[in-house]
């Protein structure tokens, strides 16, 4: 994918929907300066250049009683068998991120669970049953000491 080309506007259009989704386009138009049909064709050509790729409402999985975040590293007995299982990962409801990595592993998943002995199900009969799966490695987050986006003050015009 080519990188999109971004403006001044562009840029500031990002950061008031990276800080806000549900901002309303006519007071980004505002606080940009120009037309709120501008906004909607600008936001429309970032959504076409792959930019944006939708927005959605996060939620804090604490509060809905799951307790354990872990990352778990995971080796294939051989890489060729990458996609089939990342296709089998996507079945385990508790994989929240799934990322093909260098390293010790080859994979690493995200998963939230309700408690350890949920964690444990998940890896021994979710995971490990998975075929081509040579091992795995868990680390458990205590704290998640802060979430956010990517920053785009880094990106030049």
């Known amino acids: ?5 971004l403006d001044a506007i562009d840029r500031r259009i990002l950061k008031y929907l990276i800080k806000n989704a549900r901002m ?3 007071e980004i138009a505002r606080e940009c300066g120009i037309s709120g049909a501008a906004i909607h064709q600008r936001i429309r050509k970032l959504h ?3 930019v944006i790729l939708g927005s959605r409402l996060i939620v804090d999985p604490k509060t809905m009683g799951f307790d354990v975040c872990a990352y778990i590293s995971i080796t294939l007995k051989d890489p060729q068998l990458l996609k089939p299982t990342v296709e089998n990962l996507k079945e ?5 991120e799934c990322h093909f990595v260098t ?3 080859n994979i690493l998943v995200k998963l939230y669970c309700v408690d350890n002995e949920h964690l444990m199900q998940t890896i ?3 995971i490990l049953r998975i075929q081509g799966i040579a091992t795995t490695e868990t680390t458990i987050s205590l704290e998640e000491s802060f979430q956010r986006q990517v920053n785009i003050d880094f990106i030049e015009e």
Do not use: D, R
């Not at 994918?1 to 080309?5: D, I, V």
């Not at 385990?92 to 929240?96: A, D, L, N």
């Open 1 to 5: 994918m080519s990188k999109a080309n």
């Open 124 to 126: 021994f009969e979710g």
């Open 24 to 26: 309303p386009f006519l």
């Open 48 to 50: 076409e250049q792959g």
């Open 92 to 96: 385990v409801p508790e994989i929240v």
């Open 103 to 105: 390293g010790k592993g």
